[in-house]
């Protein structure tokens, strides 16, 4: 049970349903990550307009921000973020051996195209990324590329670090994807 109750749309303040309605214009459903942001609906509005656009006006391809998500879930030890990448994992047909990988914190088997993502993700969380990683990225996205991808990642430590604050879990019934550390 999450530590803030949802909200639903008839029990926000006007100027709080008016932040939800902008909201519920960018996607098909509010995720509980994006409703609990609602107590505080500027902050609300905010955050929702940098996650639409990560997921949708960015250069990020989804399978890499499939990769990122989950290696940040991962980091983070978040399920319920856990739960939605791996979603979208599937969605894209990213290769099950990278989604192990990211799961089990190794890059074994992982294609270098994979495998460098998933370095950059724990770097920038670590705050620690290096000169041959950052290279790599950048040859591999470009200048554009590279900054829409560190945004993600950021974004992804900011988002992921709040659910986990906020006490929200994954579905009924989803098995505990990794050991909490």
Request: charged share 20%; net charge positive.
């Amino acid at each position: 049970m999450p530590r803030l109750p949802l909200p639903t749309r008839d029990s926000l303040s006007q100027p709080a349903q008016a932040a939800y309605d902008h909201i519920a214009k960018t996607r098909a459903a509010i995720p509980p990550s994006i409703l609990v942001l609602l107590h505080s609906h500027d902050m609300a509005r905010r955050v929702a307009d940098l996650s639409d656009g990560v997921v949708n006006h960015s250069t990020i391809e989804e399978p890499v921000r499939a990769i990122i998500g989950l290696t940040i879930a991962r980091e983070v030890g978040c399920y319920y973020s856990w739960q939605a990448q791996e979603e979208l994992a599937k969605k894209t047909g990213l290769r099950q051996l990278v989604v192990d990988g990211i799961r089990n914190r190794t890059t074994k088997g992982m294609l270098p195209k994979e495998s460098v993502f998933v370095d950059y993700a724990k770097q920038v969380f670590a705050r620690r990324v290096n000169d041959p990683t950052f290279a790599a990225i950048e040859h591999l996205m470009g200048k554009e590329g590279a900054v829409d991808l560190t945004i993600a990642i950021g974004y992804f430590i900011m988002m992921f670090s709040m659910v986990e604050a906020f006490g929200i879990q994954p579905s009924p019934g989803y098995p505990a994807p990794f050991p909490k550390s």
